[in-house]
T-cell receptor, first 111, second 115 residues
Framework: GIQVEQSPPDLILQEGANSTLRCNFS?????LQWFHQNPWGQLINLFY???GTKQNGRLSATTVATERYSLLYISSSQTTDSGVYFC?????????????FGKGTKLSVKP | NAGVTQTPKFQVLKTGQSMTLQCAQD?????MSWYRQDPGMGLRLIHY???????DQGEVPNGYNVSRSTTEDFPLRLLSAAPSQTSVYFC??????????????FGPGTRLLVL
């Protein structure tokens, strides 16, 4: 099945710094989403981005489907950005509705 | 809209007990699913449904049953709880019946501890 690898596994930032999180996937996808899991465990959908670029405030994401990777950019990080960021994909021909999750990037933003 | 709701938030069971995790959505979504999240890992699909009366197995279905009698509700039943089922359970939904090419929305999760 499709493999999803996220890097780095852990990231520590000072408040105000910028960061880039990466998601590599091993096969063509028709669905790619980025999620933020906050310290209370809730999963928040950040972007649905199987291709192209999107921006939402301080966050933006780019997926280059032909090269099988996606990037999540966080600018001017805040302590509330802390948590785990997951990339999840669904591939053509895969089990219907089955989002395959990476293991996540754990982000800690220090004041 | 309340979105996707789950009850209970936390549950402790003894080995062999049965229970039902509740999931409801008020967005008229066709597609609903259950995932489990284990420490240090992403989420894995247990069961999913593409509409009322239709369910199918995901990646890790053993030990779990589901049914979908209404569009709104998708309960997950543990038939005979085992310590290996200690996990956090998430319910998700999306508008499209296939679940693909759609944003999936997740509930707040149910933390289950099986002793």
């Amino acid at each position: 099945g499709i493999q999803v690898e996220q890097s780095p596994p852990d990231l520590i930032l000072q408040e105000g710094a910028n960061s880039t999180l990466r998601c590599n996937f091993s096969d063509s996808v028709n669905n790619l989403q980025w999620f933020h899991q906050n310290p209370w465990g809730q999963l928040i959908n950040l972007f649905y981005i199987p291709s192209g670029t999107k921006q939402n405030g301080r966050l933006s994401a780019t997926t280059v489907a032909t090269e099988r990777y996606s990037l999540l950019y966080i600018s001017s990080s805040q302590t509330t950005d802390s948590g785990v960021y997951f990339c999840a994909v669904m591939n053509y021909g895969g089990s219907q509705g089955n989002l395959i999750f990476g293991k996540g990037t754990k982000l800690s933003v220090k004041p | 809209n309340a979105g996707v709701t789950q009850t209970p938030k936390f549950q402790v069971l003894k080995t062999g007990q049965s229970m039902t995790l509740q999931c409801a959505q008020d967005m008229n979504h066709e597609y609903m699913s259950w995932y489990r999240q284990d420490p240090g890992m992403g989420l894995r699909l247990i069961h999913y449904s593409v509409g009322a009366g239709i369910t199918d197995q995901g990646e890790v279905p053993n030990g779990y049953n589901v049914s979908r009698s209404t569009t709104e509700d998708f309960p997950l039943r543990l038939l005979s709880a085992a310590p290996s089922q200690t996990s956090v359970y998430f319910c998700a939904s999306s508008y499209g019946a296939s679940g693909s090419q759609e944003t999936q929305y997740f509930g707040p999760g149910t933390r289950l501890l099986v002793l």
